[in-house]
């Protein structure tokens, strides 16, 4: 059975947004087509009490709310924090931990108490002082429950485990012994299944995508996703997919779209007049030749770095989209994506079509939008369903890429 999962998102307490409401995750699930999405800082003691509160459990571990079909997972994001021989800074790499059931998060609330460690953010840190230190902790949260699943999140983006900021040359200097125990891992929006497939330490794991969204907006949730083949609809079997790479297919940004894909500095910073963007090689150092600040090594460049041209990669399905809200107010012309006229031309289309999901891949766009919608939104539709699309610029330096709809990515 094929269902469309997206597992990692934060609430409110992540920061940078308001309180984001369930049922309003659940509605923007089922105009998008998601069928399991994760609910974001299941760990943070409030959050965790909201979530006992609100969803009840409809099959073994996922959860729904009071008479609703859409299923939550019991996510959270981790920052593992340690000191590694031979790296002058602290190793922080960003996690995703999936959680059978709320008897596991409380233990884990418990073992991190012991350990001295502050829960008091949506996205907590798990500091330890040396990798032995590091291992031992993974060890004691994968002896909570064997079906707790701990993956690196957004791997190459800065803060990933073998991002810029890291500059790790294999995971297994992060990891030790329980590097086996990794199965999976997460792109992140600057990278995709190709540039990761050539990075040894990644060639044989589970590639799956999501959309590490801070909104319930028509444009975040599901902006990725991931297909997975599962038997039942239910937390062992996605577990089990992501453990034995039953993943049919994952749904991407360009990487090109991606914040953090270039290396660069954008205009707005100190003695700037205009961005510096380099696509290719950059200065050795990483020092901004206009402002002499240190730039952050884009994912692009980290993956060059990092590839063995002799892997003969695995072959993963994955297509690269964009949200339609976004493809809508480009063919307009217009940047407010909550503009009434957008707006009412999405739902206009969830009038012909299930979900979001179900209009780009399906093949009868033009017959069944014609004369419902402008032939200009019409044309935007089917040239991003045939990957005519590109950005420019690509995104660098925090800012996402800039989107041009109608040419070749």
Known sequence: MKIAVDLHSHSGYAGGVGQISLEDVSRTMKLKGIDVFGTGDCLFPPRTEELKKSLKEVTTGLFSLPNDNKKFLLQTEVIFSTRLKGYKNKTIAHHLIFFPDFASI????????????????????????????????????????PLIEILPAHVMTPDGIMGSKNNLKSIIEFYGNFTGNIH???????????????????????????????????????????????????????????????????????PAEGRYYLTGHRNNRPHHTEPI????????????????????????????????????????KFIHLIP??????????????????????????????DSEIQLWFSE??????????LPKTINSILAVQKRNFFFEPPGYDGIYGNLIIGGNE
């Not at 002499?292 to 695995?314: F, S, W």
């Open 106 to 145: 409380d233990k884990l609330s418990l073992l991190m108490e012991k350990w001295q460690m502050k829960n008091t953010i949506g996205r907590p840190f798990i500091v330890s002082n040396n990798q032995k230190e590091l291992e031992y902790q993974l060890y004691s949260i994968q002896a909570i429950d």
């Open 184 to 254: 999976c891992i997460e792109t992140g929006l600057s990278a995709d299944p190709e540039m990761l497939a050539m990075i040894p330490d990644f060639a044989e794991l589970t590639m799956i995508s999501n959309s590490d969204c801070h909104s319930a907006a028509l444009n975040r949730i599901g902006r990725e996703f991931t297909f997975i083949n599962v038997t039942k609809i239910d937390y062992l079997s996605i577990i089990e997919a992501l453990r034995k790479n039953n993943v049919i297919a994952t749904v991407e940004f360009n």
């Open 364 to 373: 009868d766009v033009k017959e069944l939008l014609d004369k419902r919608v």
């Open 324 to 353: 339609l809200i976004e493809v809508i107010a480009n063919s307009l012309g217009i940047k407010t994506l909550n503009s009434q006229k957008v707006r009412a031309i999405f739902f206009e289309i969830m009038q012909i079509y």
């Open 277 to 316: 963007i380099y696509s290719d090689e950059v200065p050795k150092d990483l020092i901004c030749p206009v402002c002499n600040k240190k730039m952050l090594l884009g994912v692009k460049q980290r993956c060059n770095q990092l590839k063995d041209n002799t892997i003969k990669p695995k072959e993963r």
